[in-house]
């Protein structure tokens, strides 16, 4: 019933920025912690952020940690992503996940949105 809906992805040069949305339909316990994740052509699904509604809790995966920022908008029960410093292999399809639970496993999160592509041209 939980429902998330990405925008933002597209594609931008390396050194650029770009800004990823994720609206959640719900603000509940079972979407108390809010993630973001990617998974590039023949990868793995990796963690990249993620944050708690109350308290501000945040953490990074190694490889975008200095250069991503998530931060929340309580009033539209919105997680952004905020991509800095993008180079050409974070391109990828990145999810938003919804759970009740700081995890940092994909299998872990309950909710998930569709996905929005992101390409770093060099």
């Known amino acids: 019933q939980v429902q998330l809906v990405e925008s933002g992805g597209g594609l931008v040069q390396a050194g650029g920025s770009l800004r990823l949305s994720c609206e959640a339909s719900e603000r509940t316990v079972r979407t108390y912690v809010m993630a973001w994740f990617r998974q590039a052509p023949g990868k793995e699904r990796e963690f990249v952020a993620l944050?708690?509604?109350?308290?501000?809790?945040?953490d990074y995966g190694d490889s975008v940690k200095g250069r991503f920022t998530i931060s929340r908008d309580n009033a539209k029960i919105t997680v952004y992503l905020q991509m800095n410093s993008l180079k050409p292999e974070d391109t990828a399809v990145y999810y938003c996940a919804a759970g009740s639970n700081i995890n940092y496993s994909p299998r872990l999160y309950p909710f998930w949105g569709q996905g929005t592509q992101v390409t770093v041209s060099s």
């Open positions: 944050i708690n509604w109350t308290g501000g809790t945040t």
